[in-house]
């Protein structure tokens, strides 16, 4: 059974633009979570898309949005770039909606995008 | 935001040893989970505790979720050279956003 998979893995861009990162989750899995890491935060939620509703969101700017579409694959936009938008992003994916009973998360290898 | 204080910030043991690390805060969580990161990876879920005073074991690991619901602890039993890497907690509020908090990790070196 494949993985979760996240493109691209590195993304170079300037400030003030914006950008879309990918994920396809594990065959099956209706629920796709985004996190930032870096290493001044750590790891931070930043949303859980769930058949196609956002669930949840944690504490980031309006800049930072995402979608999920009918396969269960999920995006996620950055608009405006800052500086501290570089961090690697990652996403997880699970069947059910997050943190059910018995209902593991699998994280995606992330993707790395630098701001400069 | 909210906050869990993870501890030690890095440890450098040898191999063999025990290690022991743990997640405080001031809020009450519903849920905790412990994660390991490896370099270019993902964090990859070792164990899960849903129950306050819940102890649960994944083969050498073992993990338990504090009866105050404001802590666990992660235990490593005879660590091994293949459990280098950094290890977070994480935590789930109980309020309605469902939202995972995750601790600032603690990196493990062992000296074979």
């Known amino acids: 059974k494949a993985g979760v998979t996240q493109t691209p893995r590195y993304l170079i861009k300037t400030r003030g633009q914006q950008v879309t990162l990918s994920c396809s989750p594990i065959s099956g899995h209706r629920s796709v979570s985004w996190y930032q890491q870096t290493p001044g935060q750590g790891l931070q939620f930043l949303f859980e898309y769930f058949s196609e509703t956002q669930r949840n969101k944690g504490n980031f700017p309006g800049r930072f949005s995402g979608r999920q579409f009918s396969n269960s694959r999920s995006e996620m936009n950055v608009s405006t770039l800052e500086l501290g938008d570089s961090a690697l992003y990652l996403c997880?994916?699970?069947?059910?909606?997050?943190?059910?009973?018995?209902?593991?998360?699998?994280f995606g290898p992330g993707t790395r995008l630098t701001v400069l | 935001g909210q906050q869990l204080n993870q501890s030690p910030q890095s440890m450098f043991i040898q191999e063999g040893e025990d290690v022991s690390m743990n997640c405080t805060s001031s809020s009450i969580f519903n849920t905790w989970l412990w994660y390991k990161q490896d370099p270019g990876e993902g964090p990859v879920l070792l164990i899960a505790?849903?129950?306050?005073?819940e102890l649960t074991s994944n083969g050498r690991l073992t993990a338990q979720f504090g009866i105050t619901r404001k802590d666990s602890f992660l235990n490593i039993s005879a660590s091994i050279p293949s459990d280098v890497g950094i290890y977070f907690c994480a935590g789930q509020l109980p309020q309605g956003a469902q939202k995972l908090v995750f601790g600032q990790g603690t990196r493990l070196t062992i000296n074979p």
């Open positions: 997880a994916s699970s069947f059910a909606a997050l943190l059910r009973i018995n209902n593991e998360q699998f």
């Open positions: 505790l849903y129950k306050a005073g």
